[in-house]
């Protein structure tokens, strides 16, 4: 991370604090009987700002495949983290490169562990017990099977769909 990276990161980490982290959408549906061995994980992420709150939305998408490759199941979960901004005037000069940085940097690494549980419940209560988002690591490679999207500026990422 160069320097004005930085610089821009610890100008919102100081001007916003976690107000709440709350799941927006949950499921799953099992479409055969056949035991998964193929995970992919996609997460989708997206972030919105206004004056008073800061906000960080992560969708992700397992569709388990058996060893055909065909999809056994989908499930979906989707988590936001709400930042309440305590000095807009402080957020002037930070930029969507800042508010990226932060999303990729901070918000992530809130949000994965209520993502990878929530997860993990729908499979096993759809009796697939052997499903797992592994253990995410800064300055590591994302855990196998697993694919991040660019984040992005949403237009209501607290939206239900």
Known sequence: MSEPERDGLRAVVDSVELINVYALKLGGSRTSGREPTQFEFIVHPQWQRNDEQLDYRFDVRCEPKDDEGDSVATIEYSV??????????????????????????????????????????????????????????????????????????????TAGE
């Open 80 to 157: 936001v983290c709400s930042y309440e901004v305590l000095d807009p005037a402080a957020l002037e000069p930070v930029d969507r490169g800042d508010l990226t940085t932060f999303g990729a940097n901070v918000a992530l690494y809130v949000a994965y562990p209520y993502l990878r549980e929530g997860v993990q419940s729908v499979a096993d209560r759809l009796g697939m017990t052997n499903i797992s988002m592994g253990m995410l690591r800064r300055g590591h490679d994302l855990p196998a099977g697993m694919s991040f999207g660019d984040l992005s500026e949403a237009s209501n990422p």
